[in-house]
């Protein structure tokens, strides 16, 4: 069984940081990509970072580029993401995904990733 957990999220002031981080069982990263995606509650899903299965190639967001950095663990099989210059606009569910097969250049995808965790609150806020 595939299990994705999110934790780190919670409430922090414009300006401040947040290191999120999803622990995955059940599959072996390294075969297919991860990412972070956020959803407001009445809007769609928004891809924020990916990873690419070989750890190559990443991708962000215009809105978060220069403020968040994706990062892949393969050894302890997490992925974390690290969010510094908070927005309000950065309020959201995030969460976690991971694919299962190898889908080249269309790594950040949602239709393609498999797994997904249940998210985790972040909250911008003075």
Same mark, same amino acid.
């Given at each position: ?6 934790? !780190? ?6 300006? !401040? ?6 622990? /995955?069982?059940? =599959? ?7 990412? +972070?995606?956020?959803?407001?509650? !009445?809007? &769609? ?10 750890? &190559? ?11 968040? =950095? =994706?990062?892949?663990? /393969? ?8 969010? %510094? ?7 959201? /569910? ?5 694919? %299962?097969?190898?889908? !080249? ?10 797994? +997904? ?10």
């Amino acid at each position: 069984q595939v299990q994705l957990v999110e934790s !780190g999220g919670g409430l922090v002031q414009p300006g !401040g940081s947040l290191r999120l981080s999803c622990t /995955v069982s059940g =599959i072996t990263l390294g075969v297919g990509s991860v990412g +972070w995606f956020r959803q407001v509650s !009445g809007l &769609e899903r928004e891809g924020v970072s990916c990873m690419s299965s070989t750890g &190559e190639d990443t991708s962000y967001a215009d809105s978060v580029k220069g403020r968040f =950095i =994706i990062a892949r663990d /393969v050894a302890s099989n997490t992925v974390s993401l690290q969010m %510094k210059d908070l927005k309000t606009e950065d309020t959201a /569910v995030y969460y976690c995904a991971a694919g %299962k097969v190898y889908v !080249g250049s269309r790594f950040c995808e949602a239709s393609l990733l498999s797994y +997904w965790g249940q998210g985790t609150q972040v909250t911008v806020s003075s």
